[in-house]
């Protein structure tokens, strides 16, 4: 009994991606004295049916396939060199905020904008995924810094009473 039951879900699934694997590909008659050459499918969207699920999934990734070629990263590649010097810079204000009255407030915007161009440079496909990433992660970390100095100094000033 268990065997039975544990294998409908497999042949559901099993049917669902059948379904999915399925797409319409534009075809037009041609005449027998011309030559055709077909560089890649063009999908076609039926109007008729709802796409299921895993037809979308399958008609995003064809269609960023194809499109991945035409990307210029150019743009993207210079979002990510600036959230790594936002993200540093937000770091050194920080730190010098420390010993530098309202200089500490610098860094917030610092931060924020290196959290924005890295998540940017990231879904514009460059090729400094790491200087992205970095910029991302120290614009994070100044922010997670300047809430512990908020909250210490908050502690600091309601434990000795000013």
């Known amino acids: 009994m268990r065997f039975k039951l544990g294998i409908l879900p497999i042949i559901c699934l099993y049917f669902l991606l059948i379904s999915a694997s399925t797409t319409s ?14 560089e890649a499918p063009v999908i076609v969207k039926e109007k008729s049916a709802k796409l299921n699920f895993f037809q979308r999934a399958l008609l ?14 150019s743009k993207a590649d210079k979002q990510a060199e600036l959230a790594l010097i936002f993200g540093l810079s937000a770091v050194g204000l920080l730190i010098l905020g420390l010993f530098i009255p309202y200089v500490i407030f ?17 879904r514009g496909r460059t090729k400094y995924v790491g200087k992205a990433r970095n910029g991302k992660g120290f614009g994070l970390g100044a922010l997670i810094g300047f809430g512990v100095v908020l909250l210490a100094a908050i502690l600091f000033v309601a434990a000795w009473g000013f």
């Open 25 to 38: 590909i534009e075809m037009t008659p041609v005449a027998a004295d011309k030559e055709v050459v077909i």
């Open 60 to 73: 995003k990734h064809v269609s960023k396939k194809y499109k991945a070629d035409e990307i210029d990263s």
């Open 106 to 122: 610098a860094s917030l915007p610092a931060a924020i904008a290196a959290m924005v161009l890295g998540g940017a440079a990231l």
